[in-house]
């Protein structure tokens, strides 16, 4: 435990004492996390954890918060008003939350939170990386965080199964690497997902995409095309999907299927399911494969994917082959073209059977459309194509653009000016959407939007 003489803090009789106070004030100093960690170990000699979870969350934090108190003023370390409280919910975050990551938990401008070593965070803002002076005390105060995180989804860490994906409450993906993959100690990625989705309202505002590709990708849902939704990294792929799936009436069921459970469906009837991770014996996998064989088992009116990445893309497209019309999904990839180039590959993961032009036409038949969403430099998020599949010609699959992005310059300010162009092509699956009454304007296909 820290002591010091009792000198309130904006008072520095000696050079020493002046250090010494200005050290407390900073949470990532020694001093103070070892008074943090102090009151922590007394609080947990003290309280009934497994009783205490038992209660809602915000009334768990109220219960303990007047036990943090007390401990806070046991101390003889000088601390003003501010300090105390700042203290009291760190140490409440410690027992309850992701301890110093939970202020950026709560930051809603956040969206990425990488933690390369215990006192190195970066966020992500705006599409931007920046450095926090955020700390954790070491790599054994990280892992605790990890444990906890994969613990509460049934996932477990250590030596024997080093990476792990998980999922927080909100939805918010995890994913965490330790030793002996990790060289400089534990790492831990986190993806964040709000309470509430993003809107097609939103996703306007922001101008990822314009009115008229908004309502053709409505209409392609309602009509109940198979899509693709392709892109790198960060690019907004999920929250995509999200909005998409937004469109699907509600009287149909959907089956999800995903490695780690992150999509916010607004509807009713939704069966949820996701992979589970070998056992410690390196059995009892399962991956989304099987997950999809069964899924066709559970009478769904579409299938929704959360990503294909391996052997799962023939099942998918298989499913979209046999009467699952309206499934949706994602997948890594540059651009459409490139898309249907890494199907092809997982393809022939799943079957050595099947040769170039076998797998090429399940392609052909099963994608009807492909939305390519992108990351540009300024960090915006934008649908950079919407491309139709057309089917095979020759040995070849054939797509026409339908929407493009085309980027003329940046401005004095950093942003990525361009145009979002509609090719003037007249989707072949127009007559689809006719015969589900979706009716499209013919100028729909005709105006481009600047973006500036």
Do not use: W
């Not at 190195?120 to 599409?127: A, D, F, P, T």
């Not at 999920?238 to 089956?255: D, K, Y």
């Not at 497209?317 to 890494?342: F, K, V, Y």
Request: some cysteine.
């Amino acid at each position: 435990m820290v002591t010091t003489e009792t000198t309130p803090l904006n008072e520095t009789r000696s050079p020493d004492t002046g250090r010494a106070a200005s050290g407390l004030r900073d949470s990532s100093s020694n001093q103070y996390q070892e008074l943090k960690f102090a009151i922590h170990r007394k609080l947990l000699d003290r309280i009934n954890l497994e009783a205490i979870h038992a209660l809602p969350g915000e009334r768990v934090r109220q219960e303990i918060r007047p036990a943090v108190a007390k401990l806070v003023n046991e101390e003889r370390t000088p601390l003003s008003l501010a300090e105390k409280d700042r203290l009291i919910e760190e140490v409440l975050d410690e027992v309850f939350g992701l301890g110093p990551l939970e202020p950026l938990l709560r930051d809603k401008t956040v969206s990425d939170i990488l933690v390369t070593t215990p006192r190195l965070i970066y966020v992500e803002r705006g599409g931007r990386l920046e450095r926090t002076n955020i700390e954790f005390k070491d790599d054994a105060h990280l892992m605790r965080i990890i444990e906890r995180v994969v613990s509460r989804v049934g996932r477990r860490i250590d030596e024997s199964s080093p990476m792990v994906d998980a999922r927080l409450p909100d939805g918010s993906r995890v994913n965490a690497v330790i030793a002996p993959l990790a060289v400089d100690g534990p790492l831990l990625s986190i993806r964040r997902f709000g309470g509430d989705p993003l809107q097609p309202a939103d996703l306007l505002q922001k101008m990822s995409l314009t009115e008229g590709m908004l309502e053709l990708v409505k209409g392609c849902v309602r009509a109940r095309l198979n899509i693709i939704i392709s892109g790198g990294t960060g690019a907004g792929k999920t929250t995509f999907l999200n909005m998409l799936s937004g469109f699907i009436p509600a009287h149909e069921r959907i089956v999800t299927i995903e490695d780690a459970a992150e999509l916010q469906l607004r509807q009713t009837h939704v069966a949820r399911l996701e992979t589970r991770p070998a056992n410690i014996e390196g059995k009892g996998a399962i991956v989304q494969r099987h997950l999809l064989i069964n899924a066709l088992r559970m009478r769904p009116d579409r299938i929704i994917v959360g990503e294909v990445r391996g052997e799962e893309a023939l099942d998918m497209l298989q499913a979209m082959n046999t009467g699952h019309d309206g499934s949706l999904t994602t997948i890594h990839a540059n651009s459409p073209r490139d898309a249907i180039s890494r199907l092809e590959v997982m393809i022939g993961m799943a079957s050595s059977n099947l040769n170039v032009r076998s797998i090429r036409q399940q392609v052909a038949s099963a994608v009807d459309l492909f939305i390519q969403n992108s990351r540009l430099a300024d960090g915006s998020r934008k649908v950079t194509y919407i491309t139709e599949c057309l089917g095979m010609e020759g040995d070849l699959v054939t797509t026409q653009d339908i929407f493009v992005f085309e980027r003329t310059g940046v401005s004095s300010e950093g942003r990525v000016q361009g145009r979002f162009k509609p090719t003037g092509v007249r989707p072949k699956f127009s007559d689809r959407l006719k015969a589900a009454g979706i009716e499209l304007p013919a100028n729909l296909f005709q105006s481009a939007v600047e973006v500036r």
